[in-house]
């Protein structure tokens, strides 16, 4: 089936990528793998569909309600598609689903809101009978290029506000997860979008590098690792980027805190999705007082989560993407336990399914603490006084979210200014966005911020009129 998008046409690749169901494995289909001549084709038509497009705030703030709408309509199919294609739970895929409708709405309602500002020029001395306005203008070419974790919403965070902006986009999914990114572009080019706007290319590293290295392009969206972030924006150059990249994130409790509520929150923030999550926690600090009563509460909560086959409707936990991953977060385990780390639970694979973990007596140098796992392992550790754990969550080159929870709101309001994270939670764990958030990291996690409403801004270009009149 041809299911690359170029110049407004289905179209057939170079080469064919088998895709198995990522738990039973079985064959679901088989996705066109673009060749680096097709990548300049499509760039050469998104330039002319971005040129000749007519689109209007009013006609993006249409089609794109029409995609949210049609989203909820082909909502069981696209569980279907998401669960299989990465292996979530029913609970995962539809979250995703969910949230997607509200990320095409959300852009719908910013494709009416794109102003400028009135510059107030008569402030300067003597100045007089001259205005100045700003006009906000789409860029050109958006290029989205999205990871395996979330391959609905990232991807509509991508792409919607692009074309909320006037922008012409092109889609490059993970490869791990094309067949969603698809279905995604087919319901977009359903609500009204021509399909001159959208192009979709398959491929890996090499089709990502043959798209930065297109100086056309005028924009890179990129959510993926600090690794890819870098290279792209290492040949990027001047060019602008929204660089959403790697994470280790932590969750603090103080003792003062709900505690059955930290923990419901840290389970739900480290497990779901096996712990693909950027923000998932994975370095989980409380304190002394706390300890031992949370511990127990956790391990508990940790125990009773059901893992394993995605598709028994109870599962909460199930395979992480591929069983190279697994063992890889396995390895990591296993090398902090011959360090002194001990299994509090879980620590147990079967193929791509590692056992929801909980792991203590860790150590900031083990690879568990120091580097992204990626896993569902939740790595434990007492602190005294907060500022300890303060430090302790800055320590990585990483900044992307943090959780604190207390019912101390001036610990809160204090540790908030001290913690480096471009999102801070209070009482929630480190992952708990909602889509109309400002999204995105400092440090290595890099900058520009997802949510619609921030999105459409970095997509567009800012440009000063003044008139003397
Ligand atoms: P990845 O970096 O391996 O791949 C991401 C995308 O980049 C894929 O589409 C891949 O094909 C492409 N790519 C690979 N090499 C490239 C190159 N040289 N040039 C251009 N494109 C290239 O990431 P992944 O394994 O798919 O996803 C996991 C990572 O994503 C984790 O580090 C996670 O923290 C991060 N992530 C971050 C956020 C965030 O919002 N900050 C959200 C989700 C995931």
């Known amino acids: 089936m041809a299911q690359l998008l170029i110049a407004g046409r289905w179209t057939d690749g170079i080469s064919r990528q088998q895709m198995l169901h990522r738990f039973t494995g079985q064959a ?10 097709q990548v300049t084709e499509a760039v050469t038509s998104a330039q002319q569909a971005f040129e000749a497009s007519r689109l209007t705030p009013s006609d993006r703030h249409r089609i794109l309600g029409r995609a949210a709408s049609l989203v909820e309509e082909r909502r069981e199919d696209l569980i279907a598609l998401v669960s ?11 979250n995703e689903v969910n949230r997607t409708v509200l990320t095409l709405q959300l852009s719908a309602e910013e494709a009416h809101r794109i102003v400028g500002e009135m510059v107030p020029l008569e402030a300067t001395p003597g100045l007089t009978d001259r205005i ?13 290029i999205t990871p395996f974790n979330s391959p609905l919403n990232v991807v509509a965070h991508k792409v919607a506000p692009a074309i909320a902006a006037g922008n012409a986009v092109i889609l490059k999914p993970s490869e791990h997860v094309p067949l969603t ?29 043959a798209l930065v290295a297109d100086p056309r392009i005028a924009f890179y969206a990129f959510t993926g690792s ?17 660089l959403e990249l790697g994470s280790i994130a932590s969750t603090i409790v103080c003792a003062d805190a709900d505690l059955r509520a930290a923990v419901a929150k840290c389970v739900s923030a480290g497990f779901r999705k096996a712990g693909q999550v950027c923000t998932s926690v994975q370095r989980l600090y409380v304190q002394r007082e706390a300890a031992t009563q949370f511990t127990e509460l956790l391990v508990a909560a940790t125990r009773a989560l059901p893992f394993g086959d995605p598709s028994l ?30 299994v509090l ?8 399914v590692l056992a929801p973990t909980v792991l203590g007596d860790v150590r900031p140098d083990m690879k568990v603490m120091c580097e992204e796992i990626f896993a569902p392992v939740l790595c434990l550790s007492v602190f005294d006084g907060l500022q300890e754990a303060i430090d302790a969550a800055n320590s990585t080159p990483f900044g992307l979210a943090v959780g604190l929870f207390t019912s101390d709101l001036s610990v809160a309001l204090k540790a908030g200014r001290k913690l480096r994270f471009g999102g801070i939670h209070v009482n929630e764990a480190s992952s708990a966005r909602v889509d109309v958030m400002p999204f995105g990291g400092v440090k290595d996690s890099g900058f520009g911020r997802e949510g619609p409403r921030y999105a459409v801004r970095e997509m567009m270009e800012e440009r000063l009129l003044t008139i003397r009149y």
């Open 28 to 37: 679901i289909d088989s996705i066109p793998v673009a060749g680096v001549a």
């Open 84 to 94: 299989a294609e990465t292996g979530f739970p029913r609970v995962d895929a539809e």
């Open 132 to 144: 100045g306005f700003t006009v906000l203008v789409p860029l050109g070419i958006v290029c989205a």
């Open 181 to 209: 990114a698809v279905a995604l572009c087919r319901l977009l080019i359903d609500a009204g979008l021509p399909a001159t706007m959208i192009s979709l290319v398959h491929g890996g590293a090499e089709i990502g590098r």
């Open 226 to 242: 600090t690794r890819v972030g870098k290279e792209i924006q290492a040949g990027a150059g001047l060019r602008r980027t929204q």
């Open 313 to 342: 409707p109870d599962t909460v936990v199930g395979p992480m993407i591929s069983v190279e991953h697994a063992k890889r977060a396995e390895s990591w385990i296993g090398e902090a336990c011959a360090a002194g780390a001990r």
């Open 345 to 352: 639970c879980g620590g147990t694979r079967s193929g791509a």
